[in-house]
């Protein structure tokens, strides 16, 4: 359980500081889940190595 939770947290510190994850500023809900779809897009073809960062 404690090494899931490392993970999940380096997971989400990485978004928020590499993905500005906290900083979506949507004007409804289906905004900020196109913004957060396409942060983990983003985030999912970097951790394959498909891009680079």
């Known amino acids: 359980m404690k090494r899931k939770r490392k993970v999940v947290e380096t997971v989400f510190s990485i ?7 906290t ?4 004007n409804s809900i289906f ?11 983003a985030y999912s073809l970097v ?3 498909l891009v680079e960062r």
């Open 15 to 21: 978004l928020v500081d590499s993905y500005r994850i």
């Open 47 to 49: 951790v394959l190595g």
């Open 31 to 41: 905004g900020f889940e196109t913004a957060l779809d396409g942060i983990l897009l």
């Open 23 to 26: 900083e979506i500023r949507a």
